[in-house]
């Protein structure tokens, strides 16, 4: 059975609570709704003060200073903040984490935003058009975090917020994450052990939510060979490192392309008599002469799976097809994990149906579950193996990752109104009632 078709069966597991969930909206939750929509203007311009804060990952002291920002406001409705300073050797900023104590016994929801953005801008960083404003982290992701923050300030409103059990994260690294990862994703880790589900704030969509995203690890094949004479490359010589490693490549194309949300890429390649090759700033250099066999050669590529099992069983296919050498030739293989899967549950099935419900009782239509092929990873796989979540709940906008990025205006009130209601529905709900099943059942 494909991920797909267990995706598909997860959905229809939880289809049944449509029944009865709530179609029409509470007072409160009209009260929620009309908060958001007269606090539309403070919200756009929250936006504009922490855009135009430049943040890229390493900017430490910007990264920082949007976190401030954050800080206080969490604080001033009543969550328990700190900043998380990493060591100094990971040259990173560190991460916001802000806590609401509730009711006890009622569902623990982790939220998930960053506060760092790819690129910096190169002049004036927030520029409006109407309804659309460009702005580097306009919507990956300081849109999806000034969500969920005005979505949280609609239930202090409607004074649903002080029964509700929420811990908020915000990385100061997500876009490019420090090593080592056990400790610059601890405390993400650590609040999602004490948690029962994970929203995350990732650019979102009118028709869709993120239910599962793959996983991302990289691999790097080292290939040695005999350096002589040209002339005997096919005798006695031996093929040399380069037909090693092109030969163990297109057997990674022949023997793995075609499984269902799996891709493994070649992102460089080098070989000769003389390489050098930087694994971490993936360049290097190689120089030979051309009648010599190369003696050494190194690809480096990543691999996106959906599940630890496809993942755990690419890999060992990969060994087996590096242990096949050509004579006068040996090589191996590495592989170091990043991101793991967000793999397809019921229980992201279940949230998606709230989430759906709450946007039809909005007015805005359904929601369906993205194809996890379509998203790459991101901070939820990282609590994905321990609870259950849904993604994709924030900004809608183009270009991200680029000067150019713009946010939807107009689009962050529904997204602010959508998020609201779900955290309404589900706050109140019992820990219990989400506790993550075995896969076996």
């Known amino acids: 059975m494909t991920r797909a078709s267990r995706l598909l069966i997860a959905l229809c597991v939880a ?21 958001v929509q007269r606090s539309h203007d403070d919200q756009v311009a929250y ?22 920002a954050f800080r206080a406001s969490f604080d001033s409705l009543g969550f328990a903040t700190k900043w998380v300073t990493l060591p100094d050797a990971t040259q990173r900023a560190g ?22 953005t790819v690129v910096e801008p190169g002049g004036p960083n927030w520029v409006r058009t109407d309804s659309m404003a460009r702005g580097v982290g306009s919507g990956d992701m300081k849109g999806g975090d000034v969500i969920i923050l005005f979505a949280l300030k609609a239930l202090q409103a409607a004074g649903t917020l002080k029964d509700m059990n929420i811990t908020v994260v915000f990385t100061g690294d997500e876009e490019h994450p420090g090593d080592p990862l056990s400790v610059t994703r601890k ?30 690890s990289s691999w790097r094949v080292t290939a040695t060979g005999r350096q002589a004479h040209s002339a005997g490359v096919f005798g006695g010589a031996g093929y040399g490192a380069i037909y090693e490693l092109a030969r163990i490549v297109n057997e990674f194309r022949v023997q ?25 700033g993936i360049k290097g250099t190689a120089a030979s002469k051309l009648n010599i ?50 793999s397809p549950t019921a229980g992201n099935a279940r949230i998606l149906v709230a989430y759906d419900t709450a946007s039809q009782a909005l007015g805005y239509g359904p929601v369906r579950a993205l194809d996890p092929g379509a998203r790459g990873a991101g901070d939820i796989s990282f609590v994905a193996p321990l609870i259950d979540g849904l993604d994709g709940l924030g900004a809608l906008g183009t270009g991200s990752h680029a000067p150019e990025e713009r946010v939807n205006l107009n689009a962050l009130r529904m997204q602010t109104e959508r998020a609201a209601l779900l955290l309404e529905r589900l706050g109140h709900q019992s820990s219990a009632s989400f506790a993550r099943k075995p896969a076996s059942e």
């Open 15 to 35: 289809a049944p609570l449509l029944a009865n969930a709530q179609a029409a909206l509470t007072p409160a939750e009209q009260k929620i709704r009309e908060t």
């Open 47 to 68: 936006l504009e003060r922490v855009v135009n804060i430049p943040s890229s990952t390493l900017n430490l002291a910007g990264v920082r200073k949007v976190g401030a």
């Open 95 to 116: 991460h916001l984490v802000a806590e609401h104590k509730g009711k006890p016994g009622a569902v623990r929801i982790l939220l998930i935003g960053h506060v760092d």
């Open 187 to 216: 405390d993400l880790i650590d609040a999602a052990k004490r948690a029962d589900i994970a929203l995350a704030f990732e650019g979102g969509n009118r028709f869709d939510a993120t239910t599962a995203r793959r996983g991302a």
């Open 256 to 280: 793995l392309v075609g499984e269902q949300y799996l891709t493994f890429n070649v992102g460089t390649i080098l070989g000769g008599t003389d390489v050098e090759y930087d694994t971490v």
């Open 293 to 342: 066999i190369a003696k050494a050669a190194v690809a480096h590529g990543d691999l996106r799976f959906i599940s630890e099992e496809q993942k755990k069983k690419t890999r060992a296919k990969m060994r087996e097809i590096v242990a096949k050498h050509l004579p006068g030739t040996d090589a191996k293989i590495t592989f170091l994990d990043e991101y793991p899967a967000m």
